[in-house]
């Protein structure tokens, strides 16, 4: 994976690439729209090789703890077209 940007904060955002098993390079990028230290992040996702832009995913990850040493990771995600 190659990070070309990840700014984790409110207002922040991130820009990565992977690359498959057979040479292919994929990119995704999106923005933090709010970043709660041990309670959620709440982020948009996007993948650049969509044939237009705008096909954007809003993700939220709320972290539950269960115990000292276990959090519940309790995501929900919601296309926009």
Same mark, same amino acid.
């Not at 948009?44 to 705008?54: A, D, N, S």
């Given at each position: 994976? =190659?990070?070309?940007?990840?700014?984790?904060?409110?207002?922040?955002?991130?820009?990565?690439?992977?690359?498959?098993?057979?040479?292919?390079?994929?990119?995704?990028?999106?923005?933090?729209?709010?970043? #709660? =230290?041990?309670?959620?992040?709440?982020?948009?996702?996007?993948?650049?090789?969509?044939?237009?832009?705008?096909?954007?995913?809003?993700?939220?990850?709320?972290?539950?703890?269960?115990?000292?040493?276990?959090?519940?990771?309790?995501?929900?995600?919601? #296309?926009?077209?």
């Amino acid at each position: 994976m =190659k990070v070309y940007r990840f700014d984790c904060r409110d207002g922040g955002s991130w820009h990565i690439a992977e690359r498959s098993s057979d040479g292919n390079e994929y990119e995704f990028t999106g923005c933090f729209h709010e970043v #709660a =230290k041990n309670r959620r992040i709440v982020q948009t996702f996007e993948f650049l090789g969509m044939p237009e832009r705008g096909h954007v995913m809003l993700e939220k990850a709320e972290f539950v703890a269960i115990n000292d040493r276990t959090t519940e990771i309790r995501t929900h995600s919601t #296309a926009m077209n």
